[in-house]
């Protein structure tokens, strides 16, 4: 039995195919920068070039057009922001030889300035590889190409940079709700919750906007701020929900309501707050709003 939380919305299923090489063979193109040949290959992956992000980031480091690469844990994502110093490391701008490693398209999200784009990228021996153009076009650099050379043409001055996806909207979101899953648990097989199991116990997480209606979001637990993120499936949007998490318990006629700090041990913590682990009770993951808790997701424990 599923529960909706706010309106009743449809849920979306989402078909994906996720390509996969056994092999990547280098290009025989490499990347003239500013009128100069730097050597730097990439890889052929179905008749496209894709560049090693770092390379890529390493070549222009000092240049007008610079930027910078990090990598977000909490939020599974590379992230990029232009006119920013790049640290380069070991194994930077080193010449590319054919791989046998698996060749996947890339699982992360990846952020340009705090903005997320749909990159085609893929993944080679724990290195992101992009299109040039594509990276050109949302950090702001000129890519061409040369056929009399074979070579690709990067001019380093910073240009005005646009968003992969044509007409992308800044949303307001208004509200947020979600459909779960009405589970049981067991506190002698479940002793301990975190609150990922919460949101894996999600079905729908909708966003409503104050312009474009309801859309469907992506929700993620970043652990260093303690917050949760939800973001737009669709990189068309560009926006987010986040909301500090809160526990509640309820037995009886008895509820509490407390921040979430990290997974905690269900019996203690009921024992603690003066809660009977040994009856029937709920354990709710929500967030506060002038002093209401809202409710997105739950489990009774009998």
Do not use: C, W
Request: charged residues 25%; negative net charge; hydrophobic residues 35%.
């Amino acid at each position: 039995m599923k529960k909706i939380m706010g309106t009743i919305v449809a849920s979306l299923i989402l078909f994906s195919s996720v390509n996969v090489f056994a092999s990547a063979k280098v290009s025989s193109q490499s990347i003239v920068l500013d009128g100069k040949d730097t050597g730097i290959k990439g890889y052929n992956i179905e008749d496209n070039n894709y560049f090693k992000l770092r390379d890529v980031a390493a070549l222009l480091d000092g240049k007008d057009a610079e930027f910078n690469v990090s990598y977000d844990e909490d939020r599974s994502a590379v992230m990029i922001n232009s006119k920013s110093d790049y640290k380069k490391v070991e194994g930077d701008l080193t010449p590319l030889k054919d791989s046998d490693s698996e060749v996947k398209v890339s699982k992360h999200n990846v952020y340009v300035n705090g903005i997320r784009h749909s990159f085609s990228v893929y993944t080679i021996d724990g290195y992101n590889y992009f299109k040039l153009r594509e990276l050109g076009q949302t950090i702001g650099f000129d890519v061409n190409f040369d056929e009399k050379t074979n070579s690709v043409i990067i001019d380093s001055k910073a240009i005005e940079p646009k968003s992969l996806v044509k007409n992308q909207v800044d949303i307001k979101i208004v509200e947020y709700a979600t459909s779960y899953e009405d589970k049981e648990l067991d506190i002698l097989k479940d002793p301990i919750l975190d609150i990922n199991v919460f949101l894996k116990n999600i079905n729908n997480n909708i966003l409503a906007t104050k312009d474009s209606g309801q859309i469907n979001g992506n929700v993620q637990y970043v652990k260093s701020e303690n917050i949760v993120e939800v973001i737009p499936l669709s990189t068309k949007f560009n926006g987010k929900f986040t909301y500090k998490p809160y526990i509640r318990i309820t037995q009886d006629k008895k509820s509490e309501v407390f921040p979430y700090e990290s997974n905690f041990e269900v019996a203690k913590t009921l024992t603690s707050r003066g809660f009977d682990p040994t009856s029937e009770f709920k354990i709710s993951l929500g967030t506060n709003i002038s002093d209401n808790f809202v409710e997105y997701s739950s489990f009774n424990y009998k």
